[in-house]
């Protein structure tokens, strides 16, 4: 089974609605990252936690909230969802020790109409 | 200038060529730097860790020059199979967080 699996994997919706994108690691990190990536610019930090209790701000979190469940669980929400959220997203983690080498999940593949 | 930048390409080249892609960097106090891998539409993947002068795994070799603010990765014999972007890494100036170039795509042709 996979280390980091995310949910769903490809999702279309349309512009208003809200949508939340799952993460589940087995792999016993603490922290997690979410990621988008647009052709051209790379991936791009929405938003990290270090632990359950501690959630920071990345480059692009302007819409986008999230919520760490649990150590293994890191969910990230688009409150109103519109087309320029159109993008790959991905879920990442990594160990305190070696932070920079992460881990990523498969990604969700949203869609905004 | 960008924290850090990439060729974006792409490079063609032949089964068995040698093929190397520059990433520069902006942030001089950057100690350690990463090459990941990424498939089409797959996720990204650690391939190689650069903490020192430079690293070497098999074909692959990742070089660092501080002075110029650039790491290199140099691969040998290449392989249909290593067709695919490859991610350039530094960390932030926060030490935190990670930034990633756009990458190079690379094809192999046989």
């Known amino acids: 089974d996979a280390d980091v699996t995310q949910t769903p994997r490809n999702r279309i919706t349309k512009t208003g609605k809200r949508i939340m994108l799952e993460c589940s690691q087995t792999k016993g990190h603490d922290r997690m990252y979410w990621y988008r990536q647009d052709p051209g610019l790379g991936l791009r930090l929405i938003y990290y936690s270090f632990d359950v209790k501690d959630i920071n701000k990345g480059e692009i979190s302007d819409g986008y909230s999230v919520s760490r469940q649990a150590q293994a669980k890191f969910s990230l929400s688009l409150e109103s969802a519109i087309p320029n959220q159109t993008a790959l997203y991905f879920c990442?983690?990594?160990?305190?020790?070696?932070?920079?080498?992460?881990?990523f999940g498969p990604g969700t593949r949203l869609t905004v109409t | 200038r960008k924290e850090v930048e990439q060729d974006p390409g792409p490079f063609n080249v032949p089964e068995g060529a040698t093929v190397a892609f520059n990433c520069t960097y902006s942030?001089?106090?950057?100690?350690?730097f990463f090459w990941y891998r990424q498939d089409c539409r797959k996720e990204p993947k650690l391939l190689m860790s650069v903490y020192s002068s430079g690293n070497e795994d098999g074909r692959f070799t990742a070089q660092l020059n501080r002075a110029s603010q650039y790491i290199s990765l140099l691969i040998r014999d290449s392989k249909l199979s290593d067709s695919a972007t490859y991610l350039c890494v530094v960390p932030d100036t926060g030490g935190f967080k990670t930034i990633f170039g756009a990458g190079t795509r690379l094809f192999v042709k046989a």
């Open positions: 990442a983690t990594s160990d305190l020790t070696r932070p920079y080498e992460q881990y």
């Open positions: 942030n001089s106090a950057s100690q350690s």
